[in-house]
Structures are given as C-alpha cells and as structure tokens.
C-alpha cells in the first residue's frame, strides 16, 4: 500500500502465477495429483496445509505457490494475506474460483508505513488477477479507508497535530466535492466550549479546532460521524505515567476512522447528507490547562464538573455529538479511542459497541462478522448513570469507584446525543500490539469496516 499501485486487477487471460489454496484435511489429496519432486519440494519446506503455511512448487519452466488455509471452500478477508507478505512481486490468481473476501487481506497484508525510514530497494507490488470485475473498486476502496486509518494513526503527534488533520480532511473534502468547516479560536471558544477547554494549553501550531466536512443533497437523510481527535494525550494535569503515554499518538484514532469512513461514504456515492465532525485538540500540560475541579460549560448548556483531566476525550465528543445531533440524523456513529476499560474487557482485536437501538447494535455485530471485522457490544446501563453525579454542576467527567469505565464513559456520551437519535459509539483501541497476516503491528481501524458494511446496507 505504499504506492498507488492497484493490487487487484481484472484478469483478462494475463500470465500469472497460480495460487492453489488447501487445508490439512485436503492436503494429502491434493498431494496426490503432484509429482514426486513437487512433493519432496513441499516437504522441503515443511508445508502440511497449515493456516498460513506458504509453499512454492517447481511446475515445467514456472512454478506456482500453495497456500495453508482454514477452508478453501470458505474464504475469509485474511486466507491470502500471508501470501501476499511473501511471495516475489508479479502477477497472480487463484487456480480455483474467484479470491471475494480474500481480496482485502491481499491489500492490506502488503502495507508498509516508511514515512521516516530511508529509503529502500522496493519488492515490488503483488498485483492479484480476479474476473469478479465489479468487486475490485470497492475491494480496493475499502483496503485504502484502511491504510488511510493505518498512516494517520501511525504519524507520531508533532506531525499529526490538530492542523493535519484539518489537511487530511480538507484533501478528502476536494477529492469528492464537499464542504470543509472550521471553528477555531474565539469562534471555537463560544461555541464548542468544551472542545476549547481541553486543547487551549497546545502550542499554537497545536492549536484546538472542530473539523465539519459536509456533503451530499440536503433533502437526503442525515448520517453524522463523529471522532475523536485527541492527537497526542499527555493526560493534562492528572498526568500520565511513561508507559501509558508511550502509544498516545494513536488518541486520534477515532478521527481517522471517522474521515476515513466519511471518505468511503462519498466515494460509493450513497444517498445521504453526510455530516462528520472532528474535534481535533492536544491534551497538553501548561499554565493555561483546565485543572481537576474546574466547571466546563457545553455545547448543550450542561455543566460540567471535571474529575480527570485525563478523561478528556468524551468532553470533545460531547461538543461534537451535541453539534450533530442538531442536525437530526438518521444515523450517528462515533468512533473513540476512548477507555482503557474497553480494553481490560475486550482486549486490543474487539471494539467495544454501545448503542441505542437493539437492532442498530446487532446489524453493525452481524456486519462485522460477515466481514472479519468483530466487535462486541456492551451496554448502557441505566443504573449507573448515578456514577456520574456532581455536587456542583450537571454531571462529573470521571466517576471514582472504577466500576463498567467503557460503559460509564458511554452513558456520557450518552447524555450530549439529541433525544431520539439512533446512535452508536464504537469505543475501539486503533492499534494492533502483535501482527498477524494482512495486519502489521501498529495502528489499526477496528471497526471501520463493521460500520462501513452497516452503513451500506442502510443507505446503499
């Protein structure tokens, strides 16, 4: 992904390589229509039909490569995604049937991010050979939104500060007609309050800023997506210890999802007026920082009490969710890099979902399964909407006895979504600690693509 290359392609009869996909199960069977060199070739290399094994076999003047999968009958986003990572560059297509899902892992398991690296002798690209013609744009669509997510989160915070990502979605603005709004500074300040308060200590390159990309005919319904956009987190005044400021360049991982899902809306041209909103800010220490204690207005006239600095993101988002609401939509999707909680529950691979609506939460589950995109729902629960009590304003930021954080910090959100609105929040980690095939370690959309298939069958 680190070139424009298209990495899938028509296939019009071209020379390439043949992919033979098999399993364990399959695999003595499929030995058996092979030479005896081909086999002790394979066993040369260990291959058994494993997930993700790769195999390269002698065939005439060519050769063509084996691959380990779950099941070759059922093909999932990652099945050629190990291929991908190591097979020479050149052209290639499944010696059996068309690579559907399979296509995806194939793009993303070729992403690299070299931003900062000197520059090296390229491998090339490995360019997959489909006749599905009408799966390729969207296939290749949808790997982009990914490696899009990937760069943005990936870019450490001096590069990736609130002003970039006013460039980022002023680009995907132009790219597809829509119109890009910008509040900062005294503007900001009076109008998303909250958005102001948690960035106003940011140097002023880091200045805070809303970001609202508009697009799409006004008399369509409104579909508003939010992110977070929290683009380096130092916890402000209750600050952060070393090691969990370590990865907090990735605290605009809500963002990310959020352009990049926007960008995906606009480019399939679906029939909404699309609103997405970024409050862009750095949670920084300085003289002017709001402190432990203090009384933030909001958007929406509610006052709040702030018990932690370092839970800054859902003031941001309040402001923003606030915002969108008042344009009634018919969807609002957030996405936040928003507790540590989410991940003491769901771990780094699934992003926690809270939703409004039991159907709205089961068709973005059922979206992500279908698209190896799992996410898992928590819920809102109204008993514990008393944790967020405050003595002195209308609720508290940050409640203390530690108990159901991502769902508690949901519920704050919660109380900034317009009344009646079908609203989803994905609290999601945005970055994966290990890699697997076709998923390098680093950022990451957790998500994304759930969204993006819900979205697609409620509008398309």
């Known amino acids: 992904m680190s070139d424009n290359t298209d990495l899938i392609q028509p296939d019009r009869g071209q020379a390439a390589v043949s992919l033979h996909l098999v399993n364990k199960d399959g695999f003595a069977a499929f030995a058996r229509g092979l030479s005896a060199a081909q086999r002790a070739t394979l066993a040369a290399q260990k291959f058994e039909g ?3 094994q790769t195999g390269i076999v002698p065939d005439g003047d060519g050769w063509f490569a084996v691959g380990g ?14 291929l ?16 559907g899902p399979a296509m995806h892992g194939w793009q993303t398991g070729q992403y690299s991010f070299d931003r900062y690296k000197a520059a090296e002798q390229s491998v090339g690209p490995r360019i997959l050979r489909t006749k599905d013609a009408k799966a390729i744009a969207p296939a290749l669509a949808e790997a982009r939104a990914v490696a ?11 590069d990736m500060g609130p002003a970039a990502l006013e460039s980022e979605a002023e680009r995907i603005a132009k790219a597809h007609g829509a119109k890009l709004t910008v509040s900062q500074g005294d503007a900001l300040e009076k109008d998303y309050p909250m958005v102001h308060a948690v960035g106003r200590a940011a140097a002023r390159s880091h200045a805070p800023r809303l970001i609202h990309v508009t697009w799409g005919a006004e008399d369509a319904p409104v579909l508003a997506i939010v992110g977070k956009g929290v ?3 130092s916890g402000g ?3 952060k210890p070393t090691t969990g400021m370590l990865l907090m360049k990735k605290d605009m991982a809500g963002a990310a999802h959020a352009l990049a899902l926007a960008g995906l809306v606009m480019g399939a041209g679906l029939k909404v007026r699309l609103h997405c909103l970024v409050p862009a800010v750095e949670n920084a220490i300085a003289g002017n920082s709001f402190r432990p204690g203090d009384v933030l207005a909001s958007r929406k006239g509610l006052s709040v009490e702030i018990g932690n600095t370092d839970a800054e993101g859902r003031l941001i988002l309040a402001d923003a969710l606030t915002r969108a609401s008042e344009e009634k939509p018919r969807l609002l999707i957030d996405f936040a890099t928003l507790t540590g909680a989410a991940r003491v529950a769901l771990g780094p691979d699934l992003p926690a979902l809270m939703a409004r609506r039991d159907e709205t939460a089961q068709a973005l589950l059922d979206a992500g399964l279908e698209v190896d995109d799992a996410v898992w ?40 979504v317009g009344e009646g609105v079908d609203w989803a929040h994905f609290d999601t980690f945005g970055w994966r600690p290990a890699a697997k095939p076709g998923r390098p370690r680093g950022g990451e959309a957790l998500g994304l693509r759930a969204a993006w298939h819900m979205i697609q069958r409620r509008f398309g």
């Open 50 to 52: 494993g997930s993700f």
């Open 69 to 82: 999968v779950a099941d070759p009958a059922k093909l999932s986003s990652w099945c050629l995604a190990r």
């Open 84 to 99: 991908a990572e190591v097979l020479p560059a050149g052209s290639y297509r499944l010696a059996q049937g068309s690579p």
């Open 148 to 158: 899009l997510v990937r760069d943005l989160v990936n870019t450490p915070a001096e």
């Open 231 to 233: 683009c380096f987190d």
């Open 237 to 239: 005044l209750n600050i």
């Open 377 to 416: 729902r928590l819920p809102l629960p109204e008993a514990y909407r008393e944790y967020l009590n405050s003595d002195i304003a209308d609720l508290n930021n940050s409640h203390t006895n530690g108990f159901a954080g991502a769902s508690v910090a949901g519920l704050f959100l919660d109380r900034f």
